[in-house]
Nanobody, 120 residues
């Protein structure tokens, strides 16, 4: 499974960015797709994820970010509004799912990350 991210960059506080992740898969069923982030000196944390149960957001981004998934295209978008300097981090795309030949075991895959920098 290969996850290709795009859309990071530099933006002023209050601005917006959209991150996109496309999953290249074969014989793999994605059950959860989303975004995590890691700031320098901090642990990786959930930003937003989407599964059959709906969307799940980290507490620090609720109300400002919106995740959408195109299941047919295996893509996930993260629309980020009202960005703050504390949103500065490397954002990682994440996918969890099962291989058709091994449906009883979940596998996690990560993108290489895209830098988001919010200036004050």
């Amino acid at each position: 499974v290969r996850l290709s991210e795009s859309g990071g960059g530099l933006v002023q506080a209050g601005g917006s960015l959209t991150l996109t992740c496309a999953a290249s898969t074969s014989h793999f069923k994605i059950v959860t797709m989303g975004w995590y982030r890691q700031a320098p000196g901090k642990e990786r944390e959930l930003v937003a994820s989407m599964s059959v149960d709906g969307a799940n957001y980290g507490d620090s981004v609720k109300g400002r970010l919106t995740i959408t998934v195109d299941a047919a295209e295996n893509t996930v978008n993260l629309q980020m509004n009202s960005l703050k300097p504390e949103d500065t981090a490397v954002y990682y795309c994440h996918a969890r799912g099962t291989w058709y030949h091994d449906p009883g075991y979940d596998h996690d895959y990560w993108g290489q990350g895209t830098q988001v920098t919010v200036s004050s």
